[in-house]
Structure formats: structure tokens, C-alpha cells
């Protein structure tokens, strides 16, 4: 038999990689455009995209929650597409981490895209390069830094989620108990051998994480390496 808390690792990874590629599918052109528009709306969607970072987890769950429930349209019409009830189920959770960690996603690669010099697409618009073409092409490339920074800390957000899980998915075996819920349980019924296992595994995988992201950053604040003057 599987131990249980291998199975909550691996719904925990597979949530978190879900959602992390719905956030690069989704989130990458809502970046572009709050980076580079001057549209007067920008100044009221940056704060509605960063609102989760200070919105308690639990206030952001309750209202999805409500969203997601049989009496709500919303709901119903899932329920009437899908054939199962869309809270408390792992899609609920996808679709929640997509939110809770969408300001962890769009906030490093906005600062990417904007430090992308506007001379240089239009240099390429003038050879014939559509929106798309520049892009890929010349976007993507130099942005690369603030998508590896976004895309992992999307991951490791979505990894330590606790309060928003609870709340839409709650604690189903095999389906929604994800390595926070298994670290809650583990505690509750004095596991604490299991919980420190736990816990000094989530430690060490943040630690790792944001290690990994300033180095990153530090590699690219630092000057070129010279060999000498002549």
C-alpha cells in the first residue's frame, strides 16, 4: 500500500505544475499588456491581480467556495458539463492556486517585460515582423530570466498553499489532500514524527527555491567578468 503522504506529494506537485502552465498559458499575454499599455485600465488591474497577495487566503477561498457550489449558476453549469460537483474536487483547486499565485507570476515578468527597449521592436516592425513574430523572437529571449523567476515561484506559491485549499478542496484522500492539509492532519493527531518530516521537507524546498531565485538575480545585477585592463 502507497503511504498516504507520497500520494499527497505527488497531487501537490502535479497541482502545482498544472497550475503554473495555465498561469504561462493565461498570465503571459495579461503581463505584456499591463507592461507595455497606457491605458488608464492598467492602473485598476495591477492592483486586482496583486490582490492575493495581501487578501487573506481564506476570504479569497470563501467567496470561490460560494462560486463553486451547486446553488450557484456557476457551479450548476459545471456540474451540468462535467457531470460532478466542481468544489471540493481537484479542478477547484487548480483553478484556485491559478489565482492565489497569479501576482507571484505576473509580477517578476512584468518587470522583464519591461525592461524590454521599445527600439528594439520596432527596429524589428520596420524589417516586418508581426506582434507575435517580435514576440517570440526578441521578447521571449530577453525576458528569459523573469519567466524561470516567475514560472518557480508560481510553483513553490502553489506548492505551500494551505488556507485556500482547505477551503474549496477540503481534505479528500487521493484528490485534495496535498502536502499542507497532510502537515495540518499530522499535527492534529500528534504525528509529530511525520509532521517534522513534513515540514522540514516544505522548509527545505522553500529555501532552495528563493536561494535559487536570488542567486539568479545576483548572476544578472553583476558586472561581466573582465580579464584585466591592458
Not at 59 to 87: D, K
Not at 118 to 141: H, K, N, S, Y
Request: charged share 15%.
Amino acid at each position: 500500500m502507497i503511504d498516504p503522504d507520497l500520494i499527497s506529494v505527488g497531487i501537490t506537485l502535479k497541482l502545482a505544475t498544472i497550475t503554473t502552465l495555465v498561469l504561462f498559458v493565461l498570465a503571459t499575454p495579461l503581463t505584456w499588456w499591463i507592461a507595455r499599455t497606457t491605458h488608464i485600465s492598467r492602473y485598476l488591474l495591477e492592483p486586482i491581480v496583486a490582490l492575493p497577495i495581501v487578501l487573506p487566503p481564506t476570504v479569497l477561498g470563501f467567496y470561490l467556495l460560494l462560486l463553486f457550489s451547486p446553488n450557484n449558476e456557476f457551479g450548476q453549469l459545471w456540474a451540468t458539463i462535467f457531470g460532478r460537483p466542481l468544489a471540493f474536487s481537484f479542478e477547484a483547486l487548480v483553478i484556485g492556486s491559478v489565482i492565489y499565485s497569479l501576482p507571484f507570476y505576473v509580477q517578476p515578468l512584468q518587470v522583464a517585460f519591461e525592461n524590454v527597449r521599445q527600439e528594439l521592436l520596432d527596429a524589428a516592425a520596420t524589417l516586418g515582423a508581426g506582434p507575435i513574430d517580435r514576440f517570440i523572437t526578441i521578447v521571449c529571449p530577453l525576458s528569459r530570466r523573469g519567466f524561470i523567476v516567475a514560472a518557480t515561484l508560481a510553483f513553490a506559491h502553489t506548492v505551500g498553499e494551505f488556507g485556500i485549499v482547505l477551503m474549496i478542496g477540503g481534505n479528500i484522500p487521493d484528490e485534495t489532500r496535498v502536502l499542507s492539509i497532510a502537515l495540518f492532519d499530522h499535527v492534529e493527531t500528534l504525528q509529530y514524527q511525520r509532521a517534522h518530516l513534513l515540514a522540514a521537507g516544505l522548509l527545505t524546498f522553500s529555501f532552495i527555491t528563493l536561494f535559487l531565485v536570488y542567486f539568479s538575480n545576483r548572476t544578472r545585477q553583476s558586472p561581466p567578468f573582465r580579464r584585466g585592463i591592458e
